[in-house]
């Protein structure tokens, strides 16, 4: 189930990719199709809250996939080990602030990981 909504979510952010927006935001992944923020939000708004659909998103290395995972996580099943692992794979600082403003700071282990 979550391998068919992951490729559509994917399918989709290809299909608003344009070339112009990765150039015109400097988006800094060489994984990235160039789908504008507002977009990815909105694509982000439809499955609703799904961990399981979050982590196979953020698996795929894609930018926009990744982006996406920050709207798609839940909260509340997100656990601390997820939260340092993904961490660790940030490259850049778009990935920080999305995670960091539509995820983490929502997951009751926000606070643990400030004083960590």
């Known amino acids: 189930m979550n391998f068919r909504r992951t490729r559509s979510l ?19 992944s060489d994984h990235a199709l160039g789908v504008a923020m507002r977009d990815i939000k909105a694509l982000g708004k439809k499955p609703g809250h799904n961990q399981e659909l979050a982590v196979a998103l953020w698996g795929t290395g894609v930018y926009e996939a990744r982006m996406l995972a920050s ?14 692992r993904w ?5 850049n600082w778009a ?3 999305a995670m ?12 643990d990981k400030v004083n960590q």
């Open 87 to 91: 961490c660790r794979d940030f490259d």
């Open 95 to 97: 990935f920080c602030d």
């Open 100 to 111: 960091s403003f539509n995820l983490f700071d929502r997951s009751p282990h926000a606070w």
């Open 71 to 84: 709207f798609v996580g839940d909260p509340a099943k997100l656990t601390s080990t997820q939260m340092d």
């Open 10 to 28: 994917l399918v989709q952010t290809k299909v608003l990719s344009r070339w112009v927006t990765r150039k015109l935001y400097a988006i800094p």
